[in-house]
């Protein structure tokens, strides 16, 4: 491998950053372009994640001698295009439910063509990453948990962007302009690492991993002032009986603004540092947020379910039905909400006509299935017909998903939104998704007209 006394691509020494792609002049696809500049990070992420899911099965789920040694071997992973490695530095718990579903993801995309067939699972086709000569600091934030630093190193960065496989999706939809930029690559960008900014945490669980979840709790709460956590005597893991009665528990602890009770329902291995963490803020959530409890009633009177086979062992639980009940004695007020599996209906009844005074009439009774509603809420706020993202997303057999630890079932956020993600794709096709991209643009052309006139 390469170290970088001078850029391999003989562009740019070692330390400096290329220039930068000259600033394309403002036009009227602005608006186009922020829309399929989302679509392309969108396949960019997607085909790093296909090239991790395709070489799962490879994973040795072995911990590094060291803290550095971890934070090694992702950047190792990373220079030599082995995803393997560089999943393999970070915690299983936290990494598998990601890996479960980004496979399936990308097939879905490609169908869909905003991927290619030319994803190489050995790397990333039109990307290149090396980092190198890296050194690192240490700080202990408890025994076995450690912030690892990069005080220096090299990164060189080059993309040729007419090698990344970015479907035709994307590239039907760009202005001409804008898609014969892609044909060349970006100027290569060298530069240091050295420094204090970036770090993450890594961890001691026979052997040493690095934690994304433990890194952004770190830094929200010592940056916050509170103390270290007492590792491993956080909250305590509660579970439901049944996938069908995790989610009700959780549903009923959401409704009655139970934080502690809530995380309790969340996977102790995947959600292990909010088990952690979360008992520094409890005192305090419970005398400001929790406080509201006692000024409102929220009951779930009834809820209906389903339940189907998802991933890894996983359960997709399906709110099919529910009915919620709530009152105010403070303002006095009290209604009810209710899902029938189409529509929501919603009763309110201002005993005292407290709600009034906020300057406008609201209804006592809204029905979502409401054809003036509906009407509303589509052409009759922006001129144009939305396509019909609701029936979309009710046609997908989407769900919380729900996993099984120590017999106990516990509710996945992560794996919920890779199933959710998954499953609402499916329901698409490329003249769906293309209908939705020339509403977006439609919308965002009308919105900055408004904004310039």
């Not at 393997?84 to 970070?90: E, G, H, R, S, Y």
């Not at 934690?211 to 956080?234: C, E, R």
């Not at 009923?252 to 803020?281: F, K, N, Q, W």
């Not at 529509?343 to 309110?348: E, G, K, M, P, T």
Request: proline share 5%; hydrophobic share 40%.
């Amino acid at each position: 491998m390469d170290t970088f006394d001078k850029d391999p691509f003989g562009n740019v020494e070692a330390g400096q950053v290329a220039a930068p792609i000259p600033e394309q002049p403002a036009g009227g696809d602005r608006t186009r372009k922020l829309v399929l500049g989302g679509l392309i990070v969108l396949a960019v992420i997607a085909i790093a994640a296909v090239a991790f899911a395709t070489m799962n099965a490879g994973r040795t789920n072995d911990g590094s001698e060291s803290p550095e040694a971890a934070m090694q071997k992702l950047f190792d992973g990373l220079s030599n295009e082995d995803m393997v490695a560089a999943v393999d530095a970070f915690l299983p718990g936290e990494a598998d439910p990601i890996i479960s579903y980004t496979g399936s993801i990308g097939t879905e995309l490609k169908r869909l063509d905003v991927l290619t067939d030319g994803i190489n699972p050995q790397g990333i086709s039109g990307l290149n990453m090396e980092f190198t000569d890296l050194e690192f600091r240490t700080e202990e934030i408890a025994p076995g948990f450690v912030r690892v630093f990069i005080t220096n190193g090299d990164a060189f960065i080059d993309i040729d962007q007419a090698e990344l496989p970015i479907g035709d999706l994307i590239l039907d939809n760009l202005p001409a302009q804008e898609r014969g930029a892609l044909d060349g690559d970006l100027p290569p960008d060298s530069e240091s690492m050295g420094g204090e900014d970036f770090y993450l945490v890594a961890v001691d669980d026979d052997g040493w991993y690095l934690s994304y979840w433990y890194t952004i709790m770190d830094a929200i709460f010592s940056q916050t002032g509170y103390d270290t956590p007492a590792f491993g005597n956080g909250l305590a893991a509660v579970g439901g009986d049944s996938p069908e009665a995790a989610v009700e528990d959780a549903f009923r602890e959401l409704l009655s603004l139970d934080l502690e009770g809530l995380i309790g329902m969340l996977p102790p291995t995947e959600m292990r540092a909010l088990y952690d963490y979360m008992p520094l803020v409890m005192d305090d959530y419970n005398e400001t947020v929790g406080a509201f409890g006692s000024f409102i009633t929220i009951d779930l009177t009834s809820l209906g379910t389903s339940v189907s086979d998802a991933a890894d062992g996983a359960k997709r639980v399906k709110i099919e039905t529910f009915d919620i009940a709530f009152s105010s004695f403070l303002m006095e007020i009290d209604g009810a909400i209710s899902f029938d599996g189409a529509c929501f209906d919603i009763s309110l009844n201002d005993q005292s006509g407290a709600l009034s005074q906020f300057g406008t009439d609201i209804p006592d009774h809204i029905n979502t299935c409401d054809p003036e509603l509906a009407d509303m809420l589509g052409s009759g706020m922006t001129g144009m017909d939305l396509p019909d993202f609701i029936g979309d997303i009710g046609a997908a057999d989407t769900g919380l998903l729900a996993v099984e630890e120590d017999g106990r079932w516990y509710l996945s956020p992560t794996e919920t939104l890779g199933d959710t993600m998954l499953q609402g794709l499916k329901v698409w096709d490329r003249e769906t998704l293309q209908q939705y991209i020339d509403w977006l643009i439609e919308v965002g052309g009308e919105a900055g007209s408004a904004a310039l006139f």
